[in-house]
């Protein structure tokens, strides 16, 4: 992984509405490389537009647009890997005269609709639309959602169970055969669960379950940092008024908190203004982000003891406010 020699790539794309357009109609594929260390890799500077589809509709099929970048990490993979161009070995790539690299494409990053695109599967509101498993999605409060996290419940399989249906979890192996049948005609999309071979699937190094990677901070703000203050700001009882568990923030607390936040003047650089972290039902990416890397110093941090100031945070939950912090500003 480390040789000089090789080099290594990531993709990452977003469909988004930024104009009076059809929903998704606009995707963006960036490009970043992944050789450089995490704290260069994370920054805005080291990933490059790749390509722009701006519709005027959504784009069911990213092959098109996606082919001729595919073929050119092919041509100038490692040579244990590298394919048969014609009648000649694909040569590594001349980065300048008489250097030489071989290109790696690791994978393509994407919430889960631009994971269905990448990896060519169905409609993520499809009863099939799961592409790790072979469950059908039940219709439940106006969307397609597949039960079993907090409780286990009875699960229906997609189609009938055959030799290679017969797996929860889908492999490698099972989500190439079934591309390949749904490609041959053997088998309709909407009992695979799939359109055919991702794009991605020429790659003599592509494997199904682990090309596929949800951003990081997709998992980290929408997961751990949501959790962390839906935590700390969880309601208070009736039974623990009097004794607050330590990880709440107290009344008092709150009350330091909603004072602070009165100074905050967000900036144009800002996409949202800053909203009263105990109303973040409807907060996006971003504002965790912001929120974590700026306001939430000045709304966490102790008070001033010579004041009378008090801390809107118990000692214990502030060195984890601090620990986390830290963990997003490193990524």
Same mark, same amino acid.
């Given at each position: 992984?480390?040789?000089?020699?090789?080099?290594? $790539?990531?993709?990452?794309?977003?469909?988004?509405?930024?104009?009076?357009?059809?929903?998704?109609? %606009?995707?963006?594929?960036? +490009?970043?490389?992944?050789?450089?260390?995490?704290?260069? *890799?994370?920054?805005?500077?080291?990933?490059?537009?790749?390509?722009?589809?701006?519709?005027? *509709?959504?784009?069911?099929?990213?092959?098109?647009?996606?082919?001729?970048?595919?073929?050119?990490?092919?041509?100038?993979?490692?040579?244990? $890997?590298?394919?048969?161009?014609?009648?000649?070995?694909?040569?590594?790539?001349?980065?300048?005269?008489?250097?030489?690299?071989?290109? $790696?494409?690791?994978?393509?990053?994407?919430?889960?609709?631009?994971?269905?695109?990448? !990896?060519?599967?169905?409609?993520?509101?499809? =009863?099939?639309?799961?592409?790790?498993?072979?469950? #059908?999605? *039940? =219709?439940?409060?106006?969307?397609?959602?597949?039960?079993? =996290?907090?409780?286990?419940?009875?699960?229906?399989?997609?189609? #009938? %169970?055959?030799?290679?249906? #017969?797996?929860?979890?889908?492999?490698?192996?099972?989500?190439?055969?079934?591309?390949?049948?749904?490609? !041959?005609?053997?088998?309709?999309?909407?009992?695979?669960?799939? *359109?055919?071979?991702?794009?991605?699937?020429?790659?003599?190094?592509?494997?199904? %379950?682990?090309?596929?990677?949800?951003?990081?901070?997709?998992?980290?703000?929408?997961?751990?940092?949501?959790?962390?203050?839906?935590?700390?700001?969880?309601?208070?009882?009736?039974?623990?008024?009097?004794?607050?568990?330590?990880?709440?923030?107290?009344?008092?607390?709150?009350?330091?908190?909603?004072?602070?936040?009165?100074?905050?003047?967000?900036?144009?650089?800002?996409?949202?203004?800053?909203?009263?972290?105990?109303?973040?039902?409807?907060?996006? +990416?971003?504002?965790?982000?912001?929120?974590?890397?700026? $306001?939430? +110093?000045?709304?966490?941090?102790?008070?001033?003891?010579?004041?009378?100031?008090?801390?809107?945070?118990?000692?214990?939950?502030?060195?984890?406010? +601090?620990?986390?912090?830290?963990?997003?500003?490193?990524?």
């Amino acid at each position: 992984m480390r040789h000089q020699q090789n080099s290594y $790539w990531e993709l990452g794309g977003d469909a988004g509405q930024p104009f009076s357009t059809a929903t998704h109609s %606009t995707v963006m594929i960036n +490009m970043r490389c992944a050789s450089l260390s995490y704290e260069d *890799k994370g920054k805005r500077s080291m990933m490059h537009p790749l390509l722009i589809i701006s519709g005027p *509709k959504e784009a069911t099929n990213l092959a098109p647009f996606l082919q001729e970048d595919v073929d050119f990490f092919c041509q100038h993979c490692h040579e244990e $890997w590298r394919p048969v161009v014609g009648d000649a070995w694909a040569g590594p790539f001349e980065v300048s005269p008489g250097r030489h690299a071989t290109l $790696w494409l690791l994978g393509v990053h994407g919430d889960t609709p631009m994971h269905s695109k990448f !990896a060519n599967l169905l409609g993520v509101n499809s =009863y099939l639309g799961c592409g790790f498993c072979f469950l #059908n999605g *039940k =219709y439940h409060e106006n969307a397609v959602r597949w039960m079993g =996290y907090e409780e286990p419940v009875e699960q229906q399989f997609r189609g #009938n %169970t055959t030799s290679m249906f #017969n797996e929860h979890k889908a492999t490698h192996e099972q989500r190439a055969v079934r591309a390949q049948l749904v490609e !041959a005609k053997m088998c309709a999309p909407e009992i695979a669960g799939c *359109k055919g071979h991702s794009v991605f699937a020429t790659l003599p190094y592509f494997h199904y %379950t682990n090309f596929f990677v949800i951003p990081l901070f997709h998992a980290f703000l929408y997961g751990v940092v949501r959790d962390f203050l839906d935590a700390i700001f969880s309601p208070i009882s009736k039974e623990e008024k009097s004794s607050p568990p330590w990880w709440k923030v107290s009344p008092a607390g709150r009350k330091l908190i909603t004072e602070r936040e009165a100074n905050i003047s967000v900036t144009a650089e800002y996409g949202h203004g800053h909203q009263n972290v105990t109303k973040r039902g409807m907060w996006t +990416m971003d504002q965790f982000l912001h929120f974590m890397l700026s $306001w939430s +110093m000045l709304l966490f941090c102790p008070g001033n003891a010579d004041l009378g100031m008090g801390d809107p945070l118990n000692p214990r939950v502030f060195r984890m406010y +601090m620990c986390l912090r830290k963990r997003i500003i490193f990524l």
